[in-house]
Each structure stands twice: as C-alpha cells, then as structure tokens.
C-alpha cells in the first residue's frame, strides 16, 4: 500500500514564506505525476501545482511566480515552497501522485492534508 504524507503547513502572516513537503512510502514501481491542491472552506478542491517526472511544471494562474513546486525522484518527494503569501491561500493542502505499482497497476493517492492559514 503507497501512503504519501505531508509535512510544513502552520500560520504564517501576510507576505511570509512556508515550505510544505510530501513524501511517498510503500511498495511501488514508479511515480508519474506529483502534485499539489488545495481546498479553502466551502470551496472545491483544486490544482495548485504539478511537477511530471521530465521536471515540467503547471501552475495555477493566482500562485504563479510565488510558489515553486520540486521534486525529488530518488526519493520518492515533492515540495512546495510558497512565498509572498496571502490571506486567500489559506487552505488545506493536498499531497497528490499518479503511481504505478509493482504488479503495474496505476492509481492514484493523496495524502491526509496539512493546513495552511495565511493571517492579513
């Protein structure tokens, strides 16, 4: 069974800087996809960032050029650093990845979710 588990959100004002980190365990082939959501209270879940084995990256438009998503394949990781922070990315923040496992079945896992609260 592959459990991802993230680490790093907290409270942070307005302007500061967190890192979150993710990372995959249990037996497995391979990761394809990483990648990061969020779910703000009362809204939909969506797309933060996704990093593709090559290294491509995706961002949402309204985290562009603040946050950074990386992985780190030996490791079976993915972070994101998020800078210049505002109140409206509060959210809890989703660890997701695309993974094959060892009898080549493909699934999907997320993670529990770490919160992120932005205070203005």
């Known amino acids: 069974q592959v459990q991802l588990e993230e680490s790093g959100g907290g409270l942070v004002q307005s302007g500061g800087s967190l890192s979150l980190s993710c990372i995959a365990s249990?037996?497995?082939?391979?990761?394809?996809?990483m990648a990061w959501y969020r779910q703000a209270p009362g809204e939909e879940r969506e797309l933060v960032a996704r990093?593709?084995?090559?290294?491509?990256?995706t961002y949402v438009d309204s985290v562009k050029g603040r946050f950074t998503i990386t992985r780190d394949t030996a490791r079976n990781m993915v972070y994101l650093q998020m800078n210049s922070l505002k109140p409206e990315d509060t959210a809890v923040y989703y660890c997701?990845?695309?993974?094959?496992?060892?009898?080549?079945?493909?699934?999907?896992?997320w993670g529990q979710g770490t919160q992120v609260t932005v205070s203005s």
């Open positions: 997701d990845a695309d993974v094959t496992l060892l009898n080549m079945a493909r699934v999907r896992v």
């Open positions: 249990g037996s497995m082939h391979s990761i394809y996809t």
């Open positions: 990093i593709e084995r090559n290294g491509d990256t």
